[in-house]
């Protein structure tokens, strides 16, 4: 059964540290959205990837976050400097295609004190 | 923002039909509704999609009106384990963008 896997899990850090959290999509897929989910936003798209190439990136506060896919079976989501409003719970889809169903991992639960 | 309307929660007992609804009066010719839900400290999880015609898999059964302005999501025969958040979603067809999730409906099975 293919599955998004996302590392880690949980990632507890202080304030100004960098976090890098990882992804694998669903091998085949070509297309990788980042997610964020806060009990008072909710959902929120971050950003996405077609092919490796970013393609909307609207949702990312600039100046910290940065997303990139080495290669097609890696995308990552870097917070530098973090800041405890960063906590949330960080999650990952991928697709076939842009308009394809995603599929969603199971999420890395961050934590900034 | 959302582009759908759902009731913020509902209840419904373990081995009946529960039954979701969605209105989406906005919604445009070229626009899927997509539903997902979403288990306590899981990932959303794609349930089922459509464009105006009941669609079924082995998860739930979509039915959308004729006008196509609402939909009803069942669940045939719930089970504690369908207790989750659920999402409906409205999508272009074509749409090279990512989901915008609402408040979704919290389903609760009771025993």
């Known amino acids: 059964d293919a599955r998004v896997t996302q590392t880690p899990r949980h990632k507890v850090t202080e304030m100004g540290q960098e976090v890098t959290m990882r992804c694998q999509p669903i091998?085949?897929?070509?297309?990788v959205f980042w997610y964020r989910q806060t009990m008072m936003q909710g959902l929120e798209l971050l950003a996405y990837?077609?092919?490796?190439?970013?393609?909307?990136d609207s949702g990312m506060p600039k100046d910290r976050f940065s997303a990139e896919m080495p290669d097609a079976t890696l995308a990552t989501l870097k917070i530098q400097p973090s800041e405890p409003r960063d906590s949330a719970v960080y999650f990952c889809a991928s697709g076939r295609d842009l308009t394809d169903t995603q599929y969603f991992g199971p999420g890395t639960r961050l934590t900034v004190l | 923002d959302a582009k759908t309307t759902q009731p913020p929660s509902m209840d419904c007992a373990e081995g009946r039909a529960a039954n979701l609804p969605c209105n989406h009066s906005?919604?445009?010719?070229?626009?899927?509704v997509y539903w997902y839900r979403q288990i306590h400290s899981q990932g959303p999880q794609y349930i089922i999609h459509?464009?105006?015609n009941n669609e079924t898999n082995e998860m739930a059964s979509l039915i959308i009106t004729e006008d196509r302005k609402s939909s009803t999501l069942i669940l045939p025969h719930a089970t504690l384990r369908d207790t989750a958040v659920y999402y409906c979603i409205v999508r272009a067809r074509g749409g090279a963008d990512g989901l915008t999730f609402g408040k979704g409906t919290h389903l609760i099975i009771q025993p």
């Open positions: 459509g464009l105006k």
């Open positions: 906005t919604i445009s010719g070229n626009e899927y």
């Open positions: 990837f077609r092919n490796r190439a970013p393609l909307d």
């Open positions: 091998l085949g897929h070509n297309t």
